[in-house]
Every structure is written in structure tokens, then in C-alpha cells.
């Protein structure tokens, strides 16, 4: 069974550019969680998504925003880069039925740089 | 709000020996879940162990064991004949299943098993 696949695994954008990072879910898997990790800093979540609503947001600008696809992918943009959006981004995805974190799974990220 | 904390960014251990990492978490909830994680070099987080808070007994798995202490709110893991492929960040995690499945990590830990 294919894990959670992120694209691409690293991405370079300078300030004020849009980046796009796209996220495959495990096959059966209705929720799509993406999370940011600074340097230094443990995850943050970001975003929820979940039979293609929105469903939670963490602290962030709205500059960040993403979609939920009919097959359950996901994509995390984020408009009028900064320097400090420079992370690894990781997706996770989880049945919506899922108790407690079981079957809850994260991909190997995207690494974005912003110069 | 749910904050994590773990005050050890850095550890060693020798080879077969035992460590433990800290972990101390805040909530005013009463059901969740707690996990630690482990990310290598490859940087997928991997589910190391899960507690759930209505349980009295300390999860193992196999070389890894927790000491949950509810009433304290802390949550410390237990590496037990430490192998050089655990050396890894190590995160601690709270998980309060409503409104949805969404992680709360600490900083992370790092820790390096030495031949």
C-alpha cells in the first residue's frame, strides 16, 4: 500500500512568489492535515481537510490557504512569500472515523526555501 | 490551549544503554491521546507509541516504554537497549480528538546512540 506522497520534496521560490505543495493521501483515507516545522521548532498545524471541507485552521495568515480535491488530495498554497515561510511542510492523512490518532500518517515533506 | 513541552533538546546515549526523554504537556481536557514520535533523517515522522489518557497503564512497545503520570501531566519515553538506528529527533505529541484529530508537538529532542 502507497503511503502519503508529497511533491515535490524540496521547492525554491523567491519572496513574494506563490509556492503550490500537493499531497496523496493513503488510498481510503478521507482527512488531509498539513503541518509546518521551522527549523528548531516542532510541527504547527496549519490546515483540515476533510471530504473536501475545510474543516480547522491553526494560527496562520491567510496567505495560507489549500483545497481538498473529490479524490481526497490535497494542496497547501501559500501566496506573497516571506523568508520565514522557509520549512519542511508536512501532510498527514487519517480516516475522519479514525479514534485517537490511529492509522494517522505523514509523508516525508517538502522542503521550501524562500530567498 | 494545549502546549508541549520538552526541555531536552539534546541527548546522547551509548550503544545497549537505557535513555529517557521528558516530556510534560498542559490541558484542561480530560480524554486524549498521547504519542511520541520519532523522524529520522528522512524526515517521515514515525508513531513510536501511543497512550491514551483513560488508561492507568504505561503503553510498551517492545524496546519502548512510557511513564504517564496523568495528575503531573507528564509523559516521559523509555529507549531500553538503545540501537544505533534510533538515533533520531523525537517528538512529543498531545492529540485531543475534538474538533478534530490534530497534533500539538514540543520541540523535539534529539537524540544520538554512540558506538
Known amino acids: 500500500e502507497a503511503g502519503v506522497t508529497q511533491s515535490p520534496t524540496h521547492l525554491i521560490k523567491t519572496r513574494g512568489q506563490q509556492a503550490t505543495l500537493r499531497c496523496s493521501p493513503i488510498?481510503?483515507?478521507?482527512?488531509v492535515y498539513w503541518y509546518q516545522q521551522a527549523l528548531g521548532l516542532g510541527l504547527q498545524f496549519l490546515l483540515w481537510y476533510d471530504e473536501g471541507e475545510e474543516r480547522n485552521r491553526g494560527n496562520f495568515p491567510p496567505r495560507f490557504s489549500g483545497r481538498q480535491f473529490p479524490n481526497y488530495s490535497s494542496e497547501l498554497n501559500v501566496n506573497a512569500l516571506e523568508l520565514e515561510d522557509s520549512a519542511l511542510y508536512l501532510c498527514?492523512?487519517?480516516?475522519?472515523?479514525?479514534?485517537?490518532?490511529?492509522?494517522?500518517?505523514f509523508g516525508s515533506g517538502t522542503r521550501l526555501t524562500v530567498v | 490551549a494545549q502546549t508541549v513541552t520538552q526541555s531536552q533538546p539534546e541527548m546522547s546515549v551509548q550503544e545497549a544503554e537505557t535513555v529517557t526523554l521528558s516530556c510534560t504537556y498542559d490541558?484542561?481536557?480530560?480524554?486524549?491521546?498521547l504519542f511520541w514520535y520519532k523522524q529520522p533523517p528522512s524526515r517521515q515522522m514515525i508513531l513510536v507509541i501511543r497512550q491514551e489518557a483513560y488508561k492507568q497503564q504505561n503503553a510498551t512497545e517492545n524496546r519502548f516504554s512510557v511513564n504517564f503520570q496523568k495528575a503531573a501531566k507528564s509523559f516521559s519515553l523509555k529507549i531500553s537497549d538503545s540501537q544505533l538506528g534510533d538515533t533520531a529527533m523525537y517528538f512529543c505529541?498531545?492529540?485531543?480528538?475534538?474538533?478534530?484529530?490534530?497534533?500539538?508537538f514540543g520541540t523535539g529532542t534529539s537524540l544520538t546512540v554512540i558506538p
Open positions: 490541558t484542561s481536557e480530560n480524554n486524549y491521546y
Open positions: 505529541a498531545f492529540m485531543n480528538p475534538i474538533p478534530g484529530n490534530q497534533f500539538y
Open positions: 498527514a492523512s487519517s480516516l475522519t472515523t479514525g479514534p485517537g490518532g490511529y492509522g494517522y500518517t
Open positions: 488510498s481510503g483515507h478521507t482527512s
